[in-house]
């Protein structure tokens, strides 16, 4: 007779796990995951209520603190990831913000790459820094900024890497034993990679965090996050997201699921036309630079080759065009592209295109953007899987009427 509660045997690959792990089939049999769309549970007595509230008896009370389809897809990434606990989020900030939520005190400083999403740097500045937490930025790559910027009360290291929109890579092996010296935590964003591409906790960091926004979800449909590490940090962090409530919806933990099972087809499928783009664009007489790391110049190459398994769907380019036009040419370039759609959101099936410039990195100031090395020409992709020749042919398209 077969076993119907879905559980895979050991030893399992990425594949297996992303399509299999977590899930605990129900009573009805059904065989696609269900979804448990509820707010509450109820109790069978007064007595069991009581139970459950203080915690005598496991079971769902709320769906703030338990849900079957949100716990299947932490048991699901936790499994891709080799984490030993995760917790979902209701975004990719709040996935940030529970992290430090839970693991600072005023007093405390973090040490920050300066080349980290927006909003993050955002939440620190104005928020963390309001109740008492010091932050500073240094540049991903500067290992030795990192190292004299430690302070006796550095309790958080955060980067991402490859970071936003360029691509540079962060030395996650160094970072990590950094931290440890310092008796430090590091905190990696890994949304760009997912556990497909790049696998932090094994190189020693200590969380990582992820949109799954993005590539986790795959097809752009639902905002939400996950914070994944060991047991101790993460009750930390569900502790906080319990009692403040950036809690993860069932129906977008249902897609997210949906989209792990096919996450290690869809990365191995982006970084592939990624850099077949991208070879495409260091060879064509509109562009003067592109920022991948699969290509061999690329100053973070070697390092993204032995900490990365594959070097991701999104490429940037400068055009090739004087400064002073560089802006006017930047946007009439994306005016002209009609299949990558215009849009701030990446790891998509759909390829998209940005501006970094005055959109994602519209906040920094003009010197901020020139020391980042984020230009007025500087246009991002994150290439997605249509057919690669009509993706180049839109970019053709472009390049032909700006020039
Ligand atoms: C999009 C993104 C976030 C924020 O995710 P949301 O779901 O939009 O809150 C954080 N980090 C990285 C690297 C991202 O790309």
Redesign the pocket.
Known sequence: MQDKTNQPREPQGLETLGIRAGYERTAEDEHSEALFNTSSYVFSSAAEAAARFSGDSEGNVYSRYTNPTVRTFEQRIAALEGAESAVAT???????LATCMALLRSGDHVLCSNA??G??IVMLNKYFVKMGVEVTYVPLTDNEKWRSEMRGNTRLLLM?TPS?PLNDIGDLAFLAELAKQHGAKLVV????CTPVLQRPLELGADIV??????YLDGQGRC???VVLGNKEDMAEVLGFVRAAGPTMAPFNAWVFLKGLETLQLRMNAHCQAAQQLAEWLNEHEGVANVYYAGLPDHPGHDLAQRQQSGFGGVVSFDLDTPSEHAREQAWAFIDQLKLISHTA???DVKSTVVHPATTTHSRLTDDERAGAGIGQGLIRISVGLETLTDIKADLQAAFDTVR
């Open positions: 209701s975004s990719g900030m709040a996935a940030i980290v999403f909003s993050t991402e936003n964003d890994n949304s760009f965090t992820y949109a799954a926004t993005k905002l939400g996050g959101n990446l790891g």
